[in-house]
């Protein structure tokens, strides 16, 4: 795979609609192509789109150990209604256990490199075990997300993972999300409904008020230009 792959994608493939691309792609990329789930509302549309069509994409998560209640009540909600396989994708406990003895469970708070650590820790390192051998990638981005996200492309090659990365949503809004999921009956997290627009780590996701950034509930003690935890940073 390569950059030049995934110009090429976004030439044959960007204009076909979804379900058909994502059948596409299960055919080229037979038995290496993945789907990342945090099971917010834009990865639960895929989700539907993947198992409703019974199409060939491997789904996972990362589960950092500090992720909502109401999360893992989704992710129970979802294998029930769709009864396909969502494999989970932990920290490794040695690099987690030092970290947290020398620095303290809640160390995030006190730094960004702190915060960035716990990230790599728990949702980057699992993330390339889980892209592992894999050629494409597709996550539940969507342009209007943040500023770093608006020069996304449907296909882009991220380098640091070596995969071609597929953002199905890409132009999608808010809104279109939460009509899909009312319109197919698909199981959402009830946090949406209390102003989480984006949700992560429990400790570090908020509510946000009305008119402010959809980042701002995300890490709301850093500056907006630091809000990554490096998974889609290459």
């Known amino acids: 795979m390569s950059e030049e792959l995934a110009k ?6 960007g204009e076909k609609e979804t379900v058909e691309t994502l059948k596409a792609l299960a055919e080229k990329f037979a038995g290496k192509i993945v789907f990342t789930t945090s099971f917010g509302i834009e990865d639960q549309v895929i989700t539907d789109l993947i198992f409703r069509n019974d199409i060939d994409i491997k789904v996972v998560t990362l589960d950092t150990g ?10 129970a909600r979802t294998i029930e209604k769709y009864n396909k396989p969502i494999i989970p994708f932990y920290p490794k406990h040695e690099p987690l256990e030092k970290f947290i003895a020398e ?3 809640n160390s995030f708070y ?8 716990c990230c790599h820790i728990r949702k ?12 494409c990638w597709i996550t539940g981005l969507r342009a209007s997300q943040s500023a770093n996200r608006e020069g996304l492309e449907f296909f882009n090659w991220d380098g640091g993972f070596k995969v071609v990365k ?7 809004e808010l809104d279109d999300c939460r009509k899909y999921t009312l319109e197919n009956h698909v199981p959402y997290n009830v946090l949406h409904d209390r102003g989480f627009v984006s949700i992560g780590c429990a400790p570090c996701t908020r509510a946000i008020q009305p008119g402010e950034d959809f980042r701002a509930g995300r890490w709301w003690w850093e500056s907006n230009s630091k809000k990554e935890c490096g998974l889609h940073q290459h």
Do not use: C, D, I
């Open 8 to 13: 090429q994608l976004n030439t044959e493939l």
């Open 66 to 75: 500090r992720l909502f209640e109401e999360t893992h009540k989704v992710y």
């Open 124 to 135: 980057v390192e699992p993330l390339g075990r889980a892209l592992e051998g894999m050629a």
């Open 110 to 117: 006190a730094s960004v490199e702190n915060r960035k650590m």
């Open 166 to 172: 597929y953002n199905p949503l890409l132009h999608w």
């Open 103 to 105: 620095n303290g469970p």
